[in-house]
């Protein structure tokens, strides 16, 4: 199983080489939530050179700090306590930032057998899951300055899609995204940002080490969903190749 995994994912990320476009965002303030792995370090990797950054991590910023610079900055924040953030509130309106990728996410608890969840640890997920980046959505748009707000979500979120149950922490976190998400499409739309809520597939990170796709490719067709801005796509749950899910 192993070698036919990752014979599929050389064959995808190979089709998506050859055939993608390769859009770029130029001199922009840009905040990436969970920076330090995944499809957030890999948009960071993409963005850093020609924007400025305000990459927000958890403790372990090893891989961030080989990029970071003199123009874009790291906030080191766990967002398992929305107090954590009340620290930087300020910086962050006075970032003020053009587009927020919302990509940090937790798993929780390995047991998640119902009699046994923690209901703490479930707290804790709420809060990286959703809130944490609800409020930092909150102080970006105090700046007047945001244009875009990017949710990485998961289909694993959608509650017409959940035929298998389990995960508890993460399905539940991530349809309470997906719903922040929507809810904000509606009220933002008349200050034109537009908002996205994604889900990019099966990409091979700390939390899915089986993944087909590399994070350096999901983070290109996020980029080149983000370029191309399209007002018909904010508000809707898609995957990267921008098809329309169900929520």
Not at 88 to 114: H, L, M, P, S
Not at 148 to 153: C, E, F, K, P
Request: net charge positive; proline share 1%; glycine share 4%.
């Amino acid at each position: 199983m192993g070698f036919i995994k990752t014979f599929k994912r050389k064959i995808l990320n190979i089709k998506d080489i050859i055939s993608n476009k390769n859009l770029s965002i130029k001199d922009k303030n840009i905040i990436i939530t969970g920076s330090n792995s995944g499809i957030g370090l890999s948009l960071l990797n993409k963005l850093s050179s020609a924007n400025r950054i305000l990459a927000f991590v958890n403790q372990n910023s090893n891989e961030v700090d080989k990029i970071i610079d003199d123009k874009n900055m790291i906030i080191k924040c766990d967002f398992n306590n929305l107090e954590n953030l009340l620290d930087y509130q300020e910086r962050i309106i006075n970032f003020k930032t053009n587009i927020v990728f919302n990509c940090a996410a937790t798993f929780g608890n390995e047991d998640q057998v119902i009699e046994n969840i923690d209901l703490k640890q479930y707290q804790d997920a709420i809060s990286v899951n959703s809130l944490s980046q609800f409020a930092v959505i909150q102080s970006c748009i105090k700046s007047k300055s945001l244009e875009i707000i990017v949710n990485i979500s998961s289909e694993m979120g959608s509650i017409s899609s959940n035929k298998h149950g389990g995960y508890y922490f993460y399905r539940s976190t991530k349809s309470l995204f997906n719903s922040i998400t929507k809810n904000l499409s509606i009220d933002l739309k008349e200050r034109k940002i537009n908002v996205f809520c994604i889900h990019p597939g099966s990409v091979k990170t700390k939390l899915n080490t089986g993944g087909l796709i590399m994070p350096s490719v999901a983070a290109q067709k996020i980029i080149n969903i983000c370029v191309e801005n399209q007002n018909k796509f904010s508000g809707i749950f898609i995957d990267i190749e921008k098809k329309i899910l169900k929520w």
